[in-house]
């Protein structure tokens, strides 16, 4: 079992910057990628971002050049993984519940039956 807790979420102006982390405990030997998802209101979920375990990353169109991805991966036996997303120059469409991913494969987007996700954190960007 892999347990995702997201932080950092919050209500920003137009043009401000957030950081959000994802905490991941558990068996976390298991994960591979890791990455974010956002979904808004009568919207479909979207990745926002991924970070594979050898920390190649992608982007979703709409945030290239604007976020980036990073993540933290442990050394040793105490199992704990965090992935950020950095969130720069945000817009009123960026509005959502982002939500953290972990998959079992270095491919964040394949849905396999070993994906944890995390409750999400709403941002607001909003003047």
């Known amino acids: 079992q892999v347990q995702l807790v997201e932080s950092g979420g919050g209500l920003v102006q137009p043009g401000a910057s957030l950081r959000l982390s994802c905490a991941a405990s558990?068996?976390?030997?298991?994960?591979?990628?890791m990455g974010w998802y956002r979904q808004a209101p009568g919207k479909q979920r979207e990745l926002v971002a991924g970070?594979?375990?050898?920390?190649?990353?992608?982007?979703?169109?709409?945030v290239k050049g604007r976020f980036t991805v990073s993540r933290d991966n442990a050394k040793n036996t105490v199992y704990l993984n965090t992935v950020y997303l950095q969130m720069n120059s945000l817009k009123p469409e960026d509005t959502a519940v982002y939500l953290c991913?972990?998959?079992?494969?270095?491919?964040?987007?394949?849905?396999?039956?070993?994906?944890?996700w995390g409750q999400g954190t709403q941002v607001t960007v909003s003047s």
């Open positions: 558990g068996t976390i030997f298991s994960i591979r990628a």
């Open positions: 970070i594979t375990s050898e920390g190649r990353t992608y982007y979703g169109d709409s």
């Open positions: 991913k972990s998959s079992p494969y270095d491919n964040i987007d394949w849905v396999t039956t070993g994906d944890y």
